[in-house]
């Protein structure tokens, strides 16, 4: 079977933004991701070396937020909801199978590497830069913050000025 | 008024309403095509837009939603998540992220959306994202001077830029629908074929129309609350507005009676207020009746809101812009504060009197100028400092 047309960008971003509206309404926050990465990331330090999370500043500020669980986080229900979401989404569009995508151009071992490393640089951009596309940039331009719309203009940007340098990996 | 988080929502609840809104936002990921690095990094290369067209179309309308929510009164802005400002962290933690983007070819909300219907790329990504993050975390020490760097508050775009909040959203609706033009000019040259799926059908001109009369209307129209400030300078306005007053008497009445239906608003300044205050005010500026603060106070149920300030002018004035932001009923006091201390708090006997009734109301008076000040002392060490509402923590 062939998996369903992709939903026009913009009847998709319109739906996007009325979602994030409704969003900022109801919650008076935005939408985010890499927040629930970082979630995890302290959860998972947290069961393999709790007195370790009592000593780094890091862990101890993050985990004095959330009452000692690092999981009761907004950005973790959202982002479960996400994974269900995209799962509905996938098996309406006839688009649920396990494969690895690349160019063909490059070899399997080269997209692993690019896309574990490609993953280490964005999860830690998103935490210097205090989110990532969706929390500082989405969310950032619909509330027009300053550090939102830079973020965004830096992320942008960014993958403009790297693009020309990678371009093997996708072209 | 909006946000519904924490008063109407609670914090709880909140987490089953973030659960539905991840759906949402994974749904409507998928279905634009988000879960394929493929397209993402279409952009990039300039054989693929649909990122740049969802995203802006999204940030758009919901910027010109949020800003015309503020516009009419229905979400306190000063309460919603605005990201901080970290001039160099946001800089240089974007740049990386935009290198990250085109190495992995996801971003932390794709790459979930993506691994959800089974891309494994998606999930090594996911994965190296957890090492970025432990990497920040274990040389926070390192990292924190420049993460704290720079630090501009919560501060927004058209403050920075000095223009005023309507013409940025304008701008930036402008700059999205050259973009939008302008890349599929870029996406057919690169493929060397017109997409059809992008003719400027219907839609889309309803769509970018819609977007430009709401941006050209908040350009244009004054803010609601410069605009009933502005009403109310106008003295032949407000004298001729229908709104209900308290008698001093009255007032000084229901006081010493303890009526627990009743809730003064004092708009004098603060400082005046922390001088001198009737028993059960409270202290909100013209501005902050506006507030989500004052909404809460204000809305309480079987209470009767008397709006005080020193003057009768001023007095009236509140109330008319209680009465306009919607709150049931609002009175006034007659003659304001000054006529209160005047008539009752520094009551002095008249020599002459009248008849009958005139006897009983100085009677009242006499006695309502000894208890009230003595309610007004004892009040003073009860003065409940103002609950402020926090702004919601946000951000990743």
């Not at chain 1, 959860?43 to 780094?56: C, D, G, N, P, W």
């Not at chain 2, 394929?36 to 010109?64: I, P, W």
């Not at chain 2, 001077?145 to 919560?154: C, H, V």
């Not at chain 2, 501060?155 to 005023?164: A, E, H, Q």
């Amino acid at each position: 079977m062939n998996s369903t047309k992709y939903m026009n960008p913009y009847l998709a971003g319109f739906f996007l933004g009325l979602l994030l509206l409704g969003t900022i309404y109801i919650t008076g926050r935005g939408l985010g991701a890499s927040g629930a990465i970082k979630s995890g990331t302290v959860a998972v330090v947290q069961s393999i070396a709790s007195s370790h999370t009592e000593q780094s500043k890091f862990y101890e500020e993050y985990l004095a937020e959330h009452q000692n669980n690092p999981l009761k986080n907004w950005l973790v229900f959202e982002v479960i909801g996400v994974i269900i979401g995209a799962f509905i989404s996938g098996l309406i569009s006839n688009r649920l199978k396990f494969t690895f995508e690349r160019s063909p151009k490059i070899q399997v071992r080269t997209r692993v590497a690019a896309a574990l490393f490609g993953g280490l640089l964005f999860g830690f951009g998103a935490q210097l830069g205090r989110g990532c596309t969706s929390g500082a940039a989405l969310s950032g331009m619909a509330v027009l913050s300053t550090g939102g719309i830079i973020t965004m203009m830096a992320i942008f940007g960014g993958a403009y000025m790297f693009a020309y340098f990678f371009r093997k990996l996708w072209l | 008024m909006g946000p519904l988080v924490p008063d109407i929502i609670g914090n709880e609840l909140n987490f089953v309403v973030a659960l539905f809104i991840g759906i949402a936002f994974g749904f409507i990921l998928e279905q634009a095509g988000f879960s394929t690095s493929q397209k993402l990094v279409g952009l990039f290369y300039g054989y693929d837009f649909t990122v740049l067209r969802v995203f802006f179309t999204a940030g758009v309308t919901a910027m010109l939603g949020v800003v015309a929510l503020g516009h009419f009164g229905l979400i306190d802005i000063n309460l919603i998540y605005i990201n901080p400002t970290f001039l160099w962290s946001a800089l240089i933690g974007g740049f990386i992220m935009g290198l990250g983007f085109v190495v992995g070819g996801f971003c932390p909300g794709t790459s979930v959306c993506a691994a959800a219907i089974g891309k494994i790329d998606a999930m090594i990504f996911i994965l190296g994202s957890f090492f970025g993050v432990l990497i920040f975390a274990e040389g926070y020490p390192i990292f924190e001077s420049l993460y704290k760097a720079e630090n501009w508050g919560y501060v927004r775009i058209f403050d920075t830029l000095g223009m005023s909040q309507g013409l940025f959203a304008f701008l930036l609706t402008a700059v999205a629908v050259l973009a939008f033009w302008a890349t599929t000019i870029v996406e057919n040259k690169v493929n060397g074929k017109p997409n059809m799926e992008f003719r400027p059908v219907k839609m889309y001109v309803g769509l970018t129309g819609l977007a430009f009369i709401i941006g050209l209307s908040a350009f244009f129209l004054p803010d609601i609350s410069e605009a009933y400030l502005n009403e109310i300078k106008n003295e032949s306005y407000v004298n001729s507005y229908e709104i209900k007053s308290i008698t001093p008497d009255e007032l000084a009445f229901r006081i010493m009676d303890n009526d627990k239906s009743i809730q003064i608003i004092d708009v004098r300044s603060a400082e005046e207020f922390k001088k001198m205050s009737l028993p059960k005010s409270l202290s909100f500026s013209m501005n902050e009746l506006f507030n989500k603060s004052a909404e809460r106070v204000i809305t309480v149920k079987h209470k009767r809101n008397v709006f005080i300030a020193d003057d009768e002018l001023t007095s009236r004035k509140a109330a008319i812009l209680a009465d306009k932001l919607g709150y049931v009923e609002p009175v006034f006091l007659k003659g304001g504060l000054n006529e209160f201390k005047k008539e009752i708090l520094e009551f002095k006997m008249p020599e002459e009197i009248k008849t009958r009734r005139e006897a009983d109301t100085y009677r009242f008076r006499e006695k309502a100028s000894k208890v009230i000040p003595v309610l007004i002392e004892q009040n003073k060490n009860k003065i409940i400092p103002k609950k402020e509402s926090k702004r919601i923590i946000g951000g990743c």
